[in-house]
């Protein structure tokens, strides 16, 4: 994920799961925002539209910020 994806995830699940709030907060429009989760999804396998893969994407990200999570690939 990049580093914006990665924003993007966290002020969606901070703004429960709510896209209009995060393209008014971010400057961005909604499909833009909607564009980037799509992405995370295809990347990650984890759907961010999905509140229960959502919570683990962001302990994903919150555990690799704080350096519990090694970048290797599977």
Not at 22 to 51: F, W
């Amino acid at each position: 994920m990049t580093t914006l994806q990665k924003e993007l995830v966290i002020e969606y699940a901070n703004s429960d799961m709510n896209m209009h709030e995060v393209a008014r907060k971010k400057y961005r429009s909604r499909g833009n925002i909607y564009y980037h989760l799509s992405k995370v999804h295809e990347e990650t396998g984890l759907n961010p539209l999905d509140k229960e893969q959502l919570k683990k994407l962001v302990q994903l990200i919150k555990e690799e910020k704080n350096g519990k999570v090694s970048r290797t690939n599977n």
